[in-house]
């Protein structure tokens, strides 16, 4: 195990750093977008409730099939991971968020407007900072989940340890199979775990210190 390392030490730390790399864009995309859309539909109980079974439902579908289904549209590469990684990403997320910015309390937004703040700036001073903690929860979530899902996306000739994975299942019994195997799994936790360390890092960074735990 140790020789197999050393000897591919460069291709293996390159292909963690695009499967780090994957992971992160597309999670700051997914955010972007998560955010977003409940920022339309939480002030609805249909479209909240809408938007929470999207999320249930979505995350029931396979990835596997879901990356197998994006091939023939897409082709091979990192088109059809970023897709996968970023719709799996964003399920998490937005139902956070819709929790998140529902639960603030009605007399803190009118406090808000009472005081001249626009329906925008509402949102984006008072509203997303007060419901961040419970949004980076679900980050936190997506991120760990969707580390999983960026190597299967190697099937699709995705970047990332997922290529070690790959090949090793295809060469079982065979040299160092379950080396390239081992690889690519404790790669991905260890890649799961760096990333968690850095969000939390980012709560401490960027929740207000009055509703910090």
């Known amino acids: 195990m140790l020789e197999f390392v050393r000897d591919r030490a460069d291709q293996i730390l390159f292909a963690g750093w695009q499967h780090f790399s994957l992971v992160f864009q597309c999670l700051v995309l997914a955010t972007v977008l998560a955010v977003f859309l409940a920022a339309l539909v939480y002030r609805s109980k249909g479209l909240s409730a809408a938007a929470n079974s999207v999320s249930a439902i979505g995350l029931t579908i396979p ?5 197998g289904l994006l091939i023939a549209p897409l082709g091979f590469g990192p088109t ?12 998490p997320i937005l139902r956070n968020a819709v929790v998140g910015l529902s639960g603030i309390a009605p007399s803190v937004v009118e406090s808000a407007r009472g005081i001249g703040m626009s329906r925008v700036r509402t949102l984006l001073t008072v509203e997303i900072p007060l419901a961040w903690p419970i949004i980076l929860a679900g980050v936190r979530v ?5 580390m999983g899902v960026a190597a299967v996306a190697a099937y699709a000739l995705g970047p990332g340890l997922g290529g070690f994975i790959f ?26 775990l760096i990333l968690d360390l850095l969000l939390v890092g980012l709560g401490r960074l960027t929740t207000p210190r009055g509703i910090r735990v």
């Open 80 to 91: 059809p991971a970023v897709v996968v990684v970023a719709f799996f990403a964003t399920l």
């Open 167 to 192: 090949n090793g299942l295809s060469r079982l019994g065979g040299a160092n199979s379950i080396e390239s195997v081992a690889v690519g799994v404790l790669g991905v936790i260890l890649l799961a």
């Open 63 to 67: 990835s596997f099939a879901l990356i």
């Open 142 to 146: 997506s991120a760990q989940m969707v």
